[in-house]
C-alpha cells in the first residue's frame, strides 16, 4: 500500500507525490558491497590490472578493502557495522539461533578456507590481509549485522540474533553475501584452464570497478534546455516543475572489453564483448518519477528522469551503477532549492 502526499501549487492546482515508494528512503536502506583491492599481493602481478583502477575480486595475499553503501533519511547517521566471516555451519543456523556475541577476531592475515566463524571488524569500511594458501571453497560467507535506526545499537542487533526466542529484528541489517572471490582470473597457475586460454585471454584487464567522473544534468525549464557539467560533490540547483535528466559522467576506460568462450572451453570460438552498465537509484525525498528504479545492465539505458515537485527540499539521488560482471560503482548527487525557487 501506498502513502501519497497532496502538493498544493497555485489555487485549483495539486500534484499527488509519492510518499511511500520503492525509490524513496524513508528508513536506512542496504545499497551494497564495495569491494576494492587497495595492495595486491604476489598473484595480483600475474594480471593485467589497468593503473589507477581497483580489482573487483580478491586473490589469495591481497589486500582488500570492503565499504558498506547505505542510503539514510536526512538528519540520521548510522553506527558501523559489524563484519562476520559466517561459516557454513553459522550460515545454516543463522535464522534458527546462532549466537553471534563472543566471536574471536579473524586471524591477521585471513586464511581462504575457514572451519569456524571469526569477526572481521567493526565500521564502515574495514580492510583485511588475506593468506597465501589457494582454496577452491572458502568456507564462509560475508554476514554483516548493523542497526537501521540511529536509537538502535548494532550490539542490540547482534543480541536480538543470538536470542532465542528470536525478538524482531526489523530494525537490523542482516546482509549475507558471498565473498568477493572470482572464478575466472583467467593466467594463475593454479585455476584449471589457464594453460588452455589463447594469449589475447591471457591478457584481457582483470576486472575492475567503473570510475564515475562526475555527472551531465540536464534541466528543462520553461521550454529551455540546459547541459550542466557536475562534478562529484557539487549541488545543482533546481526550481519547482523543472524536469531534470541525470547522466553519468564515467572516465575513458570504464567500460572494459573481455573475452567469452562460446562453449565453455578456452579452445573452441571466442567473442570480445565490452561492458555494459545498469544502475539502481534512491531517492531521499518525493518528487514527480514514473521508474523504473532499477535497471539490469544492457546497451543504451535511458537515464534517469524525474521532475522536481512542489515543495523544493534538498534531496539527494543515489545512484549505484554496475556492469554485467564484478564492478559496483556507489555515487550520490545532490539537488537543493535556487535562491529564488
Same mark, same amino acid.
Given at each position: 500500500?501506498?502513502?501519497?502526499?497532496?502538493?498544493?501549487?497555485?489555487?485549483?492546482?495539486?500534484a499527488?507525490v509519492p510518499?511511500?515508494?520503492?525509490?524513496?528512503?524513508i528508513d536506512?536502506?542496504?545499497?551494497?558491497?564495495?569491494?576494492?583491492?587497495?595492495?595486491?599481493?604476489?598473484?595480483?602481478?600475474?594480471?593485467? %590490472?589497468?593503473?589507477?583502477?581497483?580489482?573487483?575480486?580478491?586473490?589469495?595475499?591481497?589486500?582488500?578493502?570492503?565499504?558498506?553503501?547505505?542510503? %539514510?533519511?536526512?538528519?540520521?547517521?548510522?553506527? !558501523? !557495522?559489524?563484519?562476520?566471516?559466517?561459516?557454513w555451519?553459522?550460515?545454516?543456523?543463522?535464522?534458527?539461533?546462532?549466537?553471534?556475541?563472543?566471536?574471536?577476531?579473524?586471524?591477521?592475515?585471513m586464511?581462504?578456507?575457514?572451519?569456524?566463524?571469526c569477526?572481521?571488524?567493526?565500521?564502515?569500511?574495514?580492510?583485511v590481509?588475506?593468506?597465501?594458501a589457494?582454496?577452491?571453497?572458502?568456507?564462509?560467507?560475508?554476514?554483516? &549485522?548493523?542497526?537501521?535506526r540511529?536509537?538502535?545499537?548494532t550490539?542490540?542487533?547482534?543480541?536480538?540474533?543470538?536470542?532465542?526466542?528470536?525478538?524482531?529484528?526489523g530494525?537490523?541489517? &542482516?546482509?549475507?553475501?558471498?565473498?568477493?572471490?572470482?572464478?575466472t582470473?583467467?593466467?594463475?597457475?593454479?585455476?584449471?584452464?589457464? %594453460?588452455?586460454?589463447?594469449p589475447?585471454?591471457?591478457?584481457?584487464?582483470?576486472?575492475?570497478?567503473p570510475?564515475?567522473?562526475?555527472?551531465?544534468?540536464?534541466?528543462?525549464?520553461?521550454?529551455?534546455?540546459e547541459?550542466?557539467?557536475?562534478?562529484?560533490?557539487?549541488?545543482?540547483? &533546481?526550481?519547482?516543475?523543472?524536469?531534470?535528466?541525470?547522466? *553519468?559522467?564515467?572516465?575513458?576506460?570504464?567500460?572494459?572489453?573481455?573475452?567469452?568462450?562460446?562453449?565453455?572451453?578456452? @579452445?573452441?570460438p571466442?567473442e570480445?564483448? @565490452?561492458?555494459v552498465?545498469?544502475y539502481?537509484?534512491?531517492f531521499?525525498?518525493? &518528487?514527480?518519477?514514473?521508474?523504473?528504479d532499477?535497471?539490469?545492465?544492457?546497451p543504451d539505458? *535511458?537515464?534517469?528522469?524525474?521532475?522536481?515537485?512542489?515543495?523544493?527540499?534538498?534531496?539527494t539521488?543515489?545512484?549505484?551503477?554496475?556492469?554485467?560482471?564484478?564492478?559496483?560503482?556507489?555515487v550520490?548527487?545532490?539537488?537543493?532549492?535556487?535562491?529564488?525557487?
Open positions: 500500500m501506498r502513502r501519497w502526499l497532496l502538493a498544493l501549487g497555485t489555487l485549483g492546482s495539486a499527488c510518499v511511500e515508494y520503492d525509490w524513496l528512503v536506512a536502506r542496504f545499497r551494497g558491497i564495495l569491494v576494492e583491492v587497495v595492495e595486491p599481493g604476489g598473484y595480483g602481478s600475474l594480471l593485467n %590490472v589497468p593503473p589507477d583502477r581497483h580489482r573487483a575480486f580478491v586473490l589469495p595475499l591481497d589486500t582488500v578493502e570492503l565499504e558498506w553503501k547505505v542510503a %539514510v533519511p536526512p538528519g540520521q547517521e548510522l553506527q !558501523p !557495522p559489524i563484519w562476520v566471516a559466517c561459516s555451519e553459522c550460515r545454516d543456523a543463522l535464522w534458527s539461533g546462532s549466537n553471534l556475541l563472543e566471536l574471536a577476531d579473524c586471524p591477521d592475515p586464511p581462504i578456507g575457514i572451519s569456524g566463524s569477526r572481521l571488524g567493526e565500521d564502515h569500511r574495514i580492510r590481509h588475506l593468506g597465501g589457494y582454496a577452491p571453497d572458502p568456507g564462509f560467507v560475508l554476514l554483516l &549485522v548493523g542497526s537501521r540511529p536509537e538502535l545499537t550490539r542490540d542487533c547482534l543480541e536480538r540474533m543470538s536470542a532465542s526466542p528470536r525478538p524482531d529484528v530494525g537490523c541489517f &542482516v546482509v549475507v553475501r558471498a565473498p568477493p572471490f572470482s572464478d582470473p583467467l593466467g594463475l597457475p593454479f585455476l584449471p584452464g589457464s %594453460v588452455d586460454a589463447p589475447e585471454v591471457l591478457a584481457e584487464e582483470a576486472d575492475t570497478n570510475t564515475v567522473l562526475g555527472f551531465t544534468v540536464t534541466r528543462e525549464r520553461g521550454g529551455v534546455r547541459d550542466l557539467v557536475v562534478d562529484l560533490g557539487e549541488a545543482v540547483p &533546481v526550481r519547482r516543475g523543472d524536469r531534470i535528466v541525470v547522466e *553519468p559522467r564515467f572516465a575513458a576506460d570504464a567500460a572494459q572489453e573481455y573475452w567469452v568462450s562460446l562453449d565453455d572451453t578456452w @579452445t573452441g571466442l570480445r564483448r @565490452t561492458e552498465f545498469g539502481q537509484l534512491l531521499s525525498e518525493p &518528487v514527480l518519477f514514473d521508474g523504473p532499477q535497471r539490469p545492465a544492457a539505458l *535511458p537515464s534517469p528522469t524525474f521532475v522536481v515537485p512542489h515543495d523544493v527540499v534538498p534531496t539521488l543515489w545512484l549505484d551503477i554496475v556492469d554485467e560482471r564484478r564492478g559496483k560503482a556507489f550520490e548527487l545532490q539537488f537543493v532549492p535556487e535562491d529564488d525557487a
